[in-house]
């Protein structure tokens, strides 16, 4: 197996549309190759390849979903390249977590009435891709999409059936280490791609980053060899936008910890300034309005605090207008009549169209485009994938729903998760149309690790009266004695 530090941005095999697809959305696992045969694993790859074994061999499984967290963001990255196609570190890691899981429970995995509704919602929503493939019979065209959203979804159970062994802190602290190191990536990204990183002369950043942290360079090489036309922040995503959808929903999982909100502060004043810097008119429109929505349903919220935050945001805001208004005609106020406007009418005007030709089941998984996960997954998958959307969604969501006669006690850090979910589902709805988004199934693979530290009122309720039973018992026999 050779060692390569970059892969070439040939194709071979695949159709410009097809790449164009792939290359857009959570991490694909097709993807341009350096167009020779046989196997070839990047030098990130034996990194790779290095630390997840540890991993893997380690009892405690907080290591492995550390890393399978941690390498959901990767999105620049190809660990290997077989023939024409290319894994990336997002496919890969599931895949060893699933693995790990398997290994690990064995025969002791037992099905749990508990989860009957997360595990059946998320295959559900992969049953009605491939049943819209079959139907177009376009199965063996998109088998490998189909096989990267199965690994996502499979992934995702495997996190619920490990949620026992994963303490809210570690999630908190797993979830707050990447996201410094994403801030940190973003900075030195920036800098790079602009030519502003210091000790030029005496060592090429680029040289080094570009192997360990962007060798794919189809969907990276724009970050880093066009610079004079490209100078906005992305980190590790191949996309602003992309890396807007994972800072928006940070910033309210953070903001989430009232308790926390001193140890959080500069950390999130780093997310506001990196998400105006993405120039991201996805990120402005969902920090808006998770903004909003925060501030009207956080009850863990007091309402002198409520009324600083919308001040803050209103000045924040017109900061913004008055200092930057060129900015804010370019991404939003402009943004229609701009040939990206154009293109994302056009995109779901074919999307319609594909709907209109198959309402119940689509034209197939990743046959067709739009703007927004609404026009996708309706041209897609038609209303089956629509409403399989929508209930996977809700049923992670109502699980922090106060419900009457079975309420749910919730922590910071299960509404934390949920405003970070939400956040990348608004950014889905605004722009970010992939189902396969890796900055959405992020934080699914988050909200899954919480499930369990919910606890039913009602029980705690039961267990505080049998102790209250006890402590009454054994006082009225010391008085009889």
């Not at 530290?453 to 267990?463: C, R």
Request: charged fraction near 15%; hydrophobic fraction near 50%.
């Amino acid at each position: 197996m050779n060692i390569i530090c970059c892969t070439g941005s040939i194709l071979h095999g695949f159709t410009l549309n097809s790449y164009y697809i792939s290359a857009r959305d959570g991490k694909r696992l097709v993807s341009s190759s350096s167009g020779t045969a046989g196997e070839k694993m990047t030098l990130f790859g034996v990194l790779w390849l290095i630390i997840v074994l540890w991993a893997f061999l380690k009892y405690d499984m907080k290591y492995m979903f550390a890393l399978t967290l941690l390498f959901m963001t990767f999105q620049c990255d190809n660990v290997i390249n077989i023939g024409e196609l290319s894994a990336g570190p997002q496919i890969v890691t599931s895949f060893a977590f699933i693995m790990k899981t398997l290994i690990g429970y064995g025969v002791k995995i037992r099905y749990n009435r508990k989860y009957r509704l997360p595990i059946f919602s998320s295959l559900l929503l992969v049953t009605i891709a491939v049943t819209s493939c079959l139907i177009n019979e376009i199965f063996d065209e998109k088998v490998l999409f189909l096989v990267q959203l199965s690994l996502y979804v499979l992934c995702f159970i495997c996190i619920l059936i490990c949620a026992g062994e994963l303490g809210e802190e570690v999630i908190y602290r797993t979830v707050r280490g990447i996201t410094v190191f994403l801030l940190a990536m973003g900075i030195i990204q920036i800098l790079t791609t602009m030519d502003l990183m210091p000790f030029k002369s005496m060592v090429s950043f680029r040289s080094i980053l570009q192997p360990l942290f962007y060798n794919d360079t189809g969907g990276a090489s724009y970050i880093f060899f066009y610079r004079s036309r490209y100078s906005r922040i992305a980190s590790l995503f191949q996309e602003p936008s992309y890396f807007s959808v994972f800072l928006v929903g940070a910033f309210y999982y953070f903001l989430s910890y009232t308790s926390r909100w001193k140890d959080n502060i500069i950390l999130m004043c780093f997310m506001m300034l990196e998400l105006l810097l993405t120039t991201s008119s996805t990120g402005y429109g969902a920090f808006l309005v998770m903004g909003i929505l925060f501030i009207l349903v956080n009850d863990k919220v007091k309402f002198s605090w409520k009324i600083a935050i919308l001040a803050a945001a209103v000045l924040g805001f017109l900061f913004i207008y008055v200092g930057f208004y060129d900015l804010l005609d370019t991404v939003i106020f402009s943004k229609l009549e701009s040939g990206s406007g154009r293109t994302r009418n056009r995109m779901n005007n074919t999307a319609l169209a594909a709907y209109e030709s198959s309402k119940l089941w689509g034209i197939g998984y990743k046959k067709v485009r739009g703007s927004s996960i609404i026009y996708s997954l309706l041209g897609e998958l038609g209303i089956c994938g629509i409403v399989a959307y929508v209930f996977f969604n809700m049923v992670i969501f109502w699980r922090v729903i106060d419900r009457k006669g079975k309420e749910m006690r919730s922590s910071e850090q299960n509404i934390g998760c949920m405003f970070a979910l939400a956040s990348a589902i608004v950014c889905q709805v605004l722009a970010c149309p992939d189902l396969d988004l890796c900055s959405y199934w992020f934080w699914a693979y988050v909200s899954a690790a919480y499930v369990k530290t919910l606890t039913a009122n009602s029980s705690i309720k039961k267990a505080e009266i049998r102790m209250y039973d006890r402590i009454e018992w054994r006082r009225i026999r010391r008085n009889e004695g």
